[in-house]
C-alpha cells in the first residue's frame, strides 16, 4: 500500500466517522426531544384543578376549559359548587349564569336552566351534562362523573 | 499495559473477562457463499432491523401511549399533535410494523425457493416460522391499540373467526377479548400482549433463529453441490457482509423516514361500540388474503360451516408448509424437487391475487 | 242436617248462583260503542277513534257530551231526548258544549289539578270565537283542531295539537285558498313556513323547540300578534335582539310608523337565515324606508356595520380554509379549530348586535374577534410552516443516511480490493 492509500483510507475513516455521528444525530435528536417532558402532560383530562373558592363568590358562575370542552363553575347562593358541560343542549351555544336569575342562561334562544342543570325554559330538550365537584381544602376540582 | 492501541487495550480488559477470543477467532472465519442470488441473504437481517426500530419506536410511544379504554385514543391523539416528534415516531412505527412483516414474507420465501430449510437447517425454518407468525399477532394486537373506529372493527371481526372454531371457539374468544365483546378489558390485554408477552417470545425465538444462522452459517444454493471447491466463492461476513447489511439499514431507514412524511397515518374517529360498523371493514393487508378467502368459500361445506372449513384448511396449509423440510426430501439430497417449487409458486400467485381482490372487490 | 243448616245451604247457593249476575251489573256499560262498532262510514268511525280518546281513558263516555242512555239497549232508549241526547252538535254549539266541563275548574281539578280552564274564555277573544259567536260555521271551533273523537293530550306525538302536528292543523283551513275565499287574509302562510328556519327546524329536524303557530298567534286566543307587541313575542326566544332593538333608535321610530318591528326586516312567516346582503347592498332591508341621502346617515352606519363583520367573517373563513389545507396535509387541526370556535362565537354576537342599529357597538366587538381569528391564523400558520420543516428535515437526514451508506459501500469495496490483494 502506498502513501496515498493511506491517505485516501483515512480520509475515508474520517468521513465515515462524521457523516455516521450526523447519522446518530438524525436519529436521536427527534428520539431526545420526544422524551422531553411536555408542557401540557396529559392526554385526556379526566379532572382539572379550576381554582379556590376565594375566587367564586356566592351567587356566581365562570366558564373554564375542561380539556377542549367548555365546562361551567357555580357557586349557588347556599353554598354550594355545581359544575357542568356549557354547551346547551338546544344548538349547542355556551350558556351562562345569571345571577339576576338565579339561573343558567343561553343567550341564543333564551333557554333557561336551574342551578341542577335541568332544563326550566326555553327551547332546550335535556338538562346539562353534570361533572363531579371536589374539594381539597379551598382548592375546588372538578372531574368527570364517575 | 500500555502496549497497543486503545482499542486493543479495551479488547484486552474486556476479554479477560469475558472470555471472547474463541468467539472472535470464529466469527473472523465465518464467510457468506457469493452467487448470483446472494442478495436474498440480506432479507433476513432487514427484517431483525426492521424489529429493532420497532423497539425503539415502541418504547418511546410508551412513554405517552395509555392502555385504557377512555384515553388511548387521546393519548395517540396527544402524540400525534402535541408532542415533538410525537407523529415521527408513532409513523415509523406503523410503516416499519408492515414493512418488517413484508420483509418477513419475502425472507421466507426466499429460504423456500432457494431450499434452504434443508438438512440441517430444519429448525431454523421452524423458529422463523413461529417468528413470522408472532410477528403477525405483534400487527393485529398493535393495530387495536389507537382504539379508533377502524382498529376497534377489524379486531371484532377478527376475533369473530377464532370464535368460529368448534368447541374451542367459544373460550379462545373470550381469552383474547377478555370478556364476551371488544372492550376496554380487550384493549388491556392486547396492550399487554403487545408490550410485554409478544416481546419476551419473540426475543427468546429469535435468540434461537439468530444463534442457529451463526453457528450453521449460511445456506448454499443447490447448484453448488456439484461445484469444485476452489470454484465456490466467498466472502467474510466480518466486517464485509455485516458492513453491507449496515448499508441497507441505512437505505431502509431512509425509505421508512420518506413513507413517515408523505404518507402519514390517519388517526380517524374513536371507537364507539354504539355505533354500527363502517362499510368494507377490512384486515390489514397481512390478512387480506384468508379474509377474502373466507369470502368466496360457500356457507356450507359438506357438514360443516363455510367459515370453519376455511380456518380449518388455512390451519393445515399452515402446518404443512411449517414441516416443509421435513417433507421434501429430495431437498435433503440437495436436488431441486419441482413438486415443492411449483407449490411454492402458486401459492405466492394465491397470496398477491387473494389480496389484490380484497382490495378491489367491493 | 238439620232445618236451619238446609236453609243457610239453600241461600248460599242461590247467592252463589246470583253472583256472577251482580259481577256483571257492576261493569260500566256502553252499548253507544258496542252498537256503533257494528255499523259503517260515518257512523263506525267515531266509535273506532273512541278507542285512543283521552276521554275515554278517564271514564268520560260517550254520554257526556252527546247526552242519552249508554245503558240501554234499544237505540230509541239510548239516543232518547228525555235522557239528554242531543245528536252531533253544531260547529255554533261545540264551543259552550266543551266549555261545560272544560271551563270548570273545579270539576277539571278533579282530573288533572295542572290543566287549565281558560280555553273558552281565551277563544272568545280570537277572530274564529268572534266569528262563531256571529253563526259562522266555517270558522275554527274545538273539534276543528282537536278533533272530535280520538282527541288525545297535545304532549302526545300522535296529537292533533302536538308541537310538530300544529302547523298542518291549521294549513287544514288556513293553506286552503278555496275554503278560506272571501275572507281577505292570505293563504300561503304554511308554506312560507315550511321553508322558513322555524318550519326547518321544527318539520324536517324536529326539534319541538323550535315556534309553531300557536308560539306566536296563541293557541285558543288566535290572533295576529299586535304590531306593538311582535318584537316581545320574537324576543321570547331572541331576548337579545328584542333587548338590544328596544334601546335602539329604531324603537320609537318604528312606534311612531306603526311599523312592525321585526317583521319589517325579518318578514313574519317567511323567516329566513339572516344574511349579510339583508343589512347592506342593494338588497338591504334598510332601502324600505332609507335614503343614503337622507341624511340620517343610516345607509352610512349599515355599510360600517357590514364591513366589520364582512371582515370578520372572511379572516374566520381565511382561517378555515387554510387549516382545511394543512388537515389535508395530514396535520393536527382540532387544536386550532377549538381557538377559531371563540372567534365564530365572537361573530355571532356582533350579527346580533347589528340590532343596536350602532356601528360602533358592532365594530367594538368585531375588534375582538379580529383578535381571536388572529391567534388561530397564527396556529394555521405554524402548522403550514410545520408541513415545509418535515420535508426539510427529511431531505437532510435523508441525505446524511445515504450519504454514509454510500461511504460504507465504498469501503466495503476497498476492503475487498485488499483482501483480493493479499
Known sequence: ?146 | ?362 | MCKRDTIVLLAAIIIALMLPWFAYAQEPKNTCVECHLQLDDELLAPAEAFENDVHNRLGVMCVGCHGGDSAAEDADDAMSKQMGFIGAPSPLEIPKLCSKCHADPVYIKTFNPQLPTDQYSKYLTSMHGVKNLKGDQKVAQCASCHRAHDIRAANDPKSSVYAINIPATCAHCHADSVYMAGRGIPTNQMEQYASSVHGVALLEKHDVGAPACNSCHGNHGAMPPGITSIERVCGLCHANNMTFFEESTHFEYFQGMNARACETCHSNHAIAKPSIEMLAGEHSVCLQCHDPKDGTGGIEAAMQMRMAIDSLSGLIDDVNARLDDADQKGLYVTNALFTLKDATQNLFEAKTAVHILNADSVSGITLDGDKLAQQASVVADGLLADYVVRRIGLAVSVVVLLFLALLIWIKVRRIETRQKLR
Open chain 1, 1 to 146: 500500500m502506498n502513501e496515498k492509500d493511506v491517505g485516501r483510507r483515512t480520509f475515508l475513516n474520517w468521513l465515515i466517522g462524521g457523516t455516521t455521528l450526523a447519522s446518530l444525530a438524525a436519529i436521536f435528536y427527534p428520539a431526545a426531544r420526544f422524551f422531553e417532558p411536555q408542557e401540557v402532560p396529559e392526554a385526556a383530562i379526566s379532572s382539572i384543578k379550576v381554582g379556590v373558592i376565594e375566587d367564586f363568590p356566592p351567587d356566581s358562575g365562570s366558564i373554564f376549559k375542561f380539556g377542549r370542552k367548555p365546562g361551567i363553575l357555580i357557586h349557588t347562593a347556599d353554598g354550594k359548587f355545581k359544575a357542568f358541560h356549557a354547551t346547551c343542549t338546544h344548538l349547542s351555544c355556551i350558556v351562562q349564569y345569571r345571577k339576576d336569575l338565579g339561573a343558567i342562561y343561553c343567550a341564543c334562544h333564551n333557554g333557561r336552566f336551574n342551578t341542577n342543570g335541568e332544563n326550566i325554559s326555553g327551547p332546550p330538550p335535556r338538562p346539562l351534562e353534570e361533572f363531579d365537584v371536589h374539594l381539597k381544602g379551598n382548592e375546588i376540582y372538578v372531574s368527570v362523573r364517575s
Open chain 2, 1 to 362: 499495559m500500555d502496549n497497543g492501541s486503545s482499542g486493543q487495550r479495551l479488547y484486552s480488559f474486556l476479554n479477560e473477562r469475558f472470555k471472547l477470543d474463541s468467539l472472535v477467532e470464529f466469527f473472523s472465519h465465518k464467510t457468506v457463499p457469493r452467487h448470483s442470488h446472494s442478495y436474498l441473504y440480506y432479507t433476513g437481517g432487514v427484517s431483525l432491523f426492521l424489529f429493532m426500530v420497532q423497539v425503539f419506536s415502541g418504547i418511546l410511544l410508551l412513554m405517552y401511549y395509555k392502555g385504557s379504554a377512555d384515553s388511548a385514543f387521546e393519548s395517540v391523539r396527544f402524540i400525534m399533535s402535541e408532542v415533538p416528534f410525537g407523529w415521527l415516531i408513532r409513523d415509523v412505527h406503523s410503516w416499519s410494523a408492515n414493512l418488517m412483516i413484508f420483509f418477513a414474507f419475502i425472507h421466507m420465501f426466499a429460504v423456500f425457493f432457494t431450499k434452504s430449510y434443508r438438512f440441517p437447517r430444519e429448525l431454523t425454518w421452524l423458529s422463523g416460522m413461529v417468528l413470522l407468525f408472532l410477528s403477525m399477532v405483534f400487527g393485529f394486537s398493535g393495530y387495536l391499540l389507537p382504539w379508533n373506529e377502524l382498529a376497534f372493527f377489524a379486531t371484532k371481526v377478527g376475533t369473530d373467526i377464532a370464535g368460529a372454531l368448534p368447541g374451542i371457539g367459544e373460550p379462545i374468544l373470550k381469552l383474547l377479548r377478555g370478556s364476551e365483546d371488544v372492550t376496554g378489558a380487550t384493549l388491556s390485554r392486547f396492550f399487554g400482549i403487545h408490550v410485554a408477552i409478544m416481546p419476551g417470545i419473540f426475543v427468546l425465538f429469535l435468540t434461537m433463529h439468530l444463534t442457529l444462522v451463526q453457528r450453521l452459517g449460511m445456506s448454499e444454493p443447490l447448484h453448488w453441490k456439484n461445484l469444485p471447491e476452489d470454484k465456490k466463492k466467498h466472502t467474510p461476513f466480518f466486517p464485509n457482509f455485516l458492513l453491507r447489511d449496515f448499508s441497507l439499514w441505512l437505505i431502509i431507514l431512509s425509505i421508512v423516514a420518506a413513507l413517515s412524511v408523505f404518507f402519514p397515518w390517519e388517526l380517524g374517529l374513536k371507537a364507539d361500540p354504539f355505533v354500527s360498523a363502517p362499510a368494507g371493514i377490512k384486515p390489514e393487508w397481512y390478512f387480506m388474503f384468508v379474509f377474502q378467502t373466507l369470502k368466496y368459500i360457500p356457507a356450507h361445506v359438506l357438514i360443516m360451516e363455510g367459515e370453519l372449513f376455511g380456518i380449518l384448511m388455512f390451519g393445515l396449509g399452515a402446518l404443512l408448509w411449517m414441516f416443509v423440510p421435513f417433507f421434501d426430501r429430495e431437498g435433503r439430497g440437495e436436488r431441486l424437487s419441482r413438486a415443492f417449487t411449483y407449490a411454492g409458486v402458486v401459492i405466492v400467485a394465491y397470496i398477491i391475487v387473494m389480496t389484490v381482490l380484497g382490495y378491489t372487490m367491493e
